[in-house]
Structure formats: C-alpha cells, structure tokens
C-alpha cells in the first residue's frame, strides 16, 4: 500500500489563512500601540509645557515690586514706590488675561520705566501666551509669544487677587493648555502665587 507524505491543498490554504490571520491581527496591534504611545508623548509634551509655563509665571511674578533698596529709601522717596500688580485685558479678550508688573532687575534701587526689561507682563492673546515687551501696555500689539500656536492653544489664562498671607496679597492664576493636534489632549493648573513685595 503507497503512503503519502506532506500537506494536502485544503491543510495548506488552512495554515495560511491562520497565518494571514495573526499578521493581520498583529499589525493591527502595532498599530494600535503606536497610536497609544504618539498620544502619550503629545500628552506628556503638553504637561511639560504647562509646567515650564506655571515656573515661569510664579518665579516672575514673585518679584513684582522688588526694588533695591531699603524701606526708608522707598517711603522717603514716592518714586521709588514699587509699583502694584496691575491686571487688565486685551479688549478682544476675556477680562483679567493680562498682568503687568514691574521689579528692580539690574538692582540699582530703582524701577527705571525707560527700561523695557524692567516692566513685564504676560497676556491671553490669540490662544496663545505672551510676554510684554518694551512697556506696551494690554491693548497694544508687539507683544512676544511664549507659546507656539501650530503646536498647542491656550484655552485659558487669567489672573486675580485671591487673598492675603502674612500681609502680602496672594493671586490666584488659572492656566490651561490644549493641544492642536488632538482637542482631547488638555492640561491645566492653578497657581497661587504670593507678593511679598506688592505694597
């Protein structure tokens, strides 16, 4: 009696429609895995820039009203008088979006106000946030972007005064992100940020 050895055509289209099947299911899988890990990294890169943001924005306005000088030296002169946190907005924009403050930088006891660097300021303009640049006051154009709008939207940032500790206002600051690419990617903070120097 002949014996055959080998597969049959039915036992062959059998193994490769079960290997078909598990390429497919596995390139699905990388797929699927590759989408999750692009989605975690746009998220991680937005938490990093709300965080780089929220450092920026505490340790500026932390020295609002500094000046380099005693407090005889102010009080005996009212110019030397730091200035109060002054909040406002754009008049396209939401109301208590834009900051403007001032410290003594260079430390040579006074604010000089012909100093654009010694008057700063952030703002909501656009969605995106921006830095005051050479004394521009809220209404005006010129200011800098600090975020990048083809990348992610600033969907919020406002300012107010929250309270008092220790006879130094408190301000409260909301700040929240979102991403472009993707309108379910959002992050955001609230900073309570203490003026020791505001009087």
Same mark, same amino acid.
């Given at each position: 009696?002949?014996?055959?050895?080998?597969?049959? !055509?039915v036992e062959l289209t059998i193994a490769m429609a079960i290997s078909t099947t598990l390429v497919l299911f596995s390139a699905m899988g990388a797929a699927t895995i590759s989408k999750e890990l692009g989605y975690f990294q746009q998220q991680l890169a937005l938490h990093s820039e709300l965080r780089l943001l929220s450092q920026s924005l505490s340790l500026q306005l932390q020295r609002a009203g500094y000046v380099a000088s005693t407090f005889e030296e102010i009080f005996a002169n009212g110019?030397?008088?730091?200035?109060?946190?002054?909040?406002?907005?754009?008049?396209?924009? *939401?109301?208590?979006?834009? *900051?403007?403050?001032?410290?003594?930088?260079? &430390?040579?006891?006074?604010?000089?106000?012909?100093?654009?660097?010694? !008057?700063?300021?952030?703002?909501?303009?656009?969605? &995106?946030?921006?830095?005051?640049? &050479?004394?521009?006051?809220?209404?005006?154009?010129?200011?800098?972007?600090l975020t990048d709008a083809s990348e992610l939207y600033v969907t919020q940032f406002t300012i107010s005064?929250?309270?008092?500790?220790?006879? &130094?206002? *408190?301000?409260?600051v909301k700040l929240a992100l979102q991403s472009k690419a993707s309108a379910k990617l959002s992050a955001e903070q609230h900073l309570y940020i203490r003026v020791a120097n505001a009087i």
């Open positions: 009696m002949l014996t055959s050895s080998g597969i049959t !055509l110019a030397l008088l730091p200035p109060s946190i002054e909040i406002s907005h754009h008049p396209l924009e *939401v109301e208590n979006s834009c *900051v403007l403050f001032s410290y003594d930088k260079n &430390a040579d006891g006074d604010i000089t106000h012909e100093d654009p660097a010694e !008057l700063l300021g952030f703002r909501l303009r656009n969605k &995106a946030l921006e830095y005051r640049v &050479a004394s521009k006051s809220c209404a005006q154009g010129g200011w800098h972007d005064l929250h309270g008092e500790v220790n006879r &130094a206002p *408190v301000y409260k």
